[in-house]
DNA sequence: AAAACAAAATTGATATATCAAATATATTTG
DNA sequence: CAAATATATTTGATATATCAATTTTGTTTT
């Protein structure tokens, strides 16, 4: 059982290091390219990689809400990156698919979101980092337990 | 260095486990008390703790921007848990006061926000907590490096 | 096939984050 | 002290999160 002011402390850092790596990253693409932001792009790779995904599926698999794809989603369509297309077999399934311009962003970008998290990771080791993460899992485990109610 | 795909999952995982935490703690508020944020609640404490800050310094103790703050401190004014209070002195100090409806709110809901985050971090040892939180700090060092621009 | 039901998707309202721009206030300089 | 400068605060615009309500689409039942 963790002591109170260490729990605290924890979860003031969760929230300031989350912020300040999205804060860290949005600068960096901006300085490359154009107004796109982190969740436009991790949509639209999601898309990129699995184009078949509802999206349910997409809003699961880059665990973001249902709302917030559909407005994401018309976000990428509006700027070009993302086309719709019609599906008469099954309205629901994806009718999504990247654009030339999206598949030129997602390939212009990667190098600078893969350097953005190995900057931001830089000086920890893979040890530490998977404890970390076994830690997070732990409290996604837990902040999701019925019982908990 | 550690490996890309490791840091792919970390940082998912730091973005889901932040937004879990969010949402459990804020529906056990929610179930306890009327419709009051996490941040709400935790500017509301700041205040009550040191009510001398200023906006901007209020801003940098609980890891927020001075814009959030601003909006933040008008609701809590509007639902009456903080008085604004002039100051002829130095505009810019500290006006704000919480009220006694304040004051009894966070009484009321402090053994709710201890719980939440106890529960979150059940099966956790504390040295795990302490490495994951060192992870944190360094992530943020290296986000406010000036020479990573 | 029509009605009932279930699931998915959208929309509306509100809160917060972020950046930029505009104001307001304080401090320093001349 | 007035002007210039610096700092703090607010406001506007846009993106995302969340919840609730609604609408759309799909499936099942009869």
Chains 1, 2 share one sequence.
Do not use: W
């Not at 990129?48 to 973001?64: G, N």
């Not at 559909?70 to 399934?93: A, H, P, S």
């Amino acid at each position: 059982m963790p002591q109170e002011k260490l729990s605290v402390t924890f979860f003031y850092f969760l929230e300031k290091a989350i912020r300040d790596y999205r804060q860290y990253a949005q600068r960096n693409i901006r300085a490359g390219f154009g107004d796109i932001t982190l969740d436009q792009l991790l949509v639209l790779r999601m898309i990129q990689d699995q184009p078949e995904l509802s999206h349910h599926q997409i809003a699961e698999a880059v665990f973001k809400d249902y709302a917030s794809i559909t407005r994401i989603v018309d976000l990428l369509v509006r700027k070009g990156l993302l086309f719709r297309l019609g599906n008469d077999r099954n309205r629901r399934e994806s009718e999504l698919t990247v654009s030339p311009a999206g598949d030129d962003l997602l390939v212009a970008i990667q190098p600078i979101v893969a350097k953005n998290r190995f900057i931001a990771l830089q000086g920890i080791s893979q040890e530490e980092i998977e404890i970390a993460k076994s830690v997070l899992a732990k409290i996604i485990e837990n902040c999701n337990e019925k019982s908990n109610g």
